[in-house]
């Protein structure tokens, strides 16, 4: 039993360093293209760009209280307030009717521009901007986004209350597409375990065999184990791997990396490993072999990898408590 | 909407192109660059003022707007809707000064499936000719439509009507129907030096659609009918290089000796330097002089030159060709004035 545990802690020491190079690496791919932003831009224009209307998701996108929040003219942004997107939906909507009239003037030879008017009281938010919504929404040709509007628009007889619907809409929705996203990732964190597994030779397989033939690896690495687990309990505790700084990111691939170099891990590439494995002359056919045989072990990783350096770790401190716990044989 | 935003390492890329100098071949990154910066992915209002950039020393410049409805070229849907787009032209329009530099075109196309007939054709267009400032219409045919399609009857008879300008596409390009050709309707006037309805491909049947022999039939209904056939056919028909041998070009220049209501503009074709001569002898000749309009096709063109330099050199060129007139101010300012007039608009 306590063999069992010692290999179960440093498998998981094993890929929690590992996890956490490929965690950095997917955080920092998916600043580069600006994932979080493309997905929230996508999750927007699945529901307000209404083709048998117009698309009101680039309308909320060039609204200036979202165009504000763009890093660059050629970016989404990667977060939108609730209040921020009830402000810019029901300004939207309660113009979309209102085009404003350009006539030529045949005496000036110059247009004139006559700006639409709004509905009750312009100063206060009162219910002439309800009033003048609702006439944005009868206005519509009927399509479901008319419907989920006038559904929205339920109830509501003040600013403050139409406001209040729209902003729990849009939490409501937020949090079914955190869902998706969160799949999307783990299909990105499996692509980078792959590529990890495969440039670092990370075989679960022939990980979970070394450690239970090597006893003195096995034991360094539970030691090792031991301490970073007193040594990081804190870190993790507090903070949710997302959200973890680039900088921040960045040190600890770092470090991991460094750790790695220094423990003596069942890892990399080594001709030695690779030949003479199989009872077949010649050194191409071993290495050919002996890599066909060790792609359920790659991908099994790729796997492992995926499931998170934090829930690693949780792992690693769960075990280390029932290790502490079983009594030594008397 | 935003190209750019989608793929954020294009955008890096092509910002990074567009600073490092690689000598020879800097030019034509630098264009292609800025092509890409320019179209993929700004809005409408961004686009003009980077093209307003280039005339801010000119005094009252204005633009002719072209939009475009590509929905029904088989091609898919596009990112944001017709509607979407004049909307928000007219509300950028709205705004400064644009009101009166901005002289946008509507873009007309039979086949949307809610124009049922020419009558609803012509009720959804006259609002944004009486409300929203529009004052041309613009037409494609490459993209799967001929330009005497029966359902634009009467806004042609509207037009004429009103003197309301029509600016149809007239060149062969890559912008052309891209849906199935199988049972494709014959037209209703088939012109067999014109119309070969056994070509199966959208890129070579656009030709079909497109050619200047297709208006003889619209002016014999609407003879005084104000059209412009845009880009003169193109350069390879000005400099007859290309496989109709100048037969676009000698077709639109007879429509305008025979009707003095019929226009033609050099937008993209004036990139090319070889038809300097041709467009200028055309300038100098009081048969066709009054009724060649500038043009550079901004932002399309820019692949190919800067706007700037497209101006410059055509003007440069025009104004050596004469000493009583200057023959840009004739083809730039004169004449799109008289083309414009109408009862929505003058100048």
Known sequence: MPVLVDVIISFALIFLLFSILVSGMAELWQLIIRKRALFLHDAINDVFNDHLNKNYAHLIYTHPLVDRLKEKDTTYPHYIASGTFADALIDII????????????????????????????????GDGIVKDFNEGIHAMAESDLKQLLRTVAFGADDYASLKRNVVQWFNDYMSATSTW???????????????????????????????????????????????????????????????????????????????????????????????????IPGMTTDIILYLLMSIPGWLIAAAALSYGADNWFNILSRFINIRTSIKPKE | MNFMSRYPIAASLSRFFARVRFGAIDSQLER????????????????????????????????????????QMGAGKPMGNYRTQLEELVRIRARGHYANKLLPFLFVDPRRPEFVNGKVLLEWVKPWFERYGFCGIKMYPALGYYPFDEKLDDLYDWAEAEQVPILYHCIQGVIHYRGSLNGYPKPRHFIPEVHNLNLKEGKAYQANFTHP??????????????????????????????????????????????????????????????????IAKDMKDPAVQQQVLFGTDYYVVQKDKDEGDLRDELRAFLNAQSEEKNLFDVMASENPKAFLRSSFYSA
């Open chain 1, 181 to 279: 996203y969160k799949r999307g990732m783990t299909k990105m964190l499996f692509g980078f375990g792959l590529i990890v597994a495969l440039v670092f030779n990370v075989n679960a397989v022939h990980i979970v065999k070394e450690l239970y033939d090597q006893k003195v690896m096995r034991d360094e690495l539970v030691s090792y184990a031991k301490e970073y687990v007193a040594k990081n309990k804190e870190f993790y505790d507090g903070q949710k791997m997302q959200n973890i700084p680039i900088d921040l990111q960045v040190q600890r691939i770092q470090e991991a990396y460094k750790e790695s170099r220094a423990l003596n891990l069942p890892v990399g590439w080594r001709l030695k490993d690779m030949t003479n494995k199989f009872d």
């Open chain 2, 32 to 71: 292609v660059t800025k092509f890409a910066s320019i179209g993929l992915g700004t809005s409408q209002e961004t686009i003009f003022n980077t093209l307003e950039e280039y005339y801010n020393s000119w005094g009252d410049v204005r633009f002719v707007i072209l939009t475009m409805d590509m929905e």
């Open chain 1, 94 to 125: 309660r113009n979309d009717h209102k085009l404003p009239e350009i006539k030529f003037n045949h005496e000036r030879k110059a247009y004139d521009v006559t700006h639409a008017s709004y509905s009750g009281d312009v100063q206060k938010a």
């Open chain 2, 213 to 278: 022999l297709n208006y003889h039939k619209v002016l014999e209904r609407n003879p005084r009918l104000k059209i412009c056939l845009a880009h003169y056919g193109g350069e390879e028909e000005l400099t007859r290089r290309g496989p109709n041998k100048g037969a676009w070009y000698d077709a639109i220049r007879n429509l305008m000796v025979n009707y003095k209501n019929v226009y033609t503009d050099i937008s993209f074709t004036l990139h090319d330097q070889s038809t300097f001569p041709i």
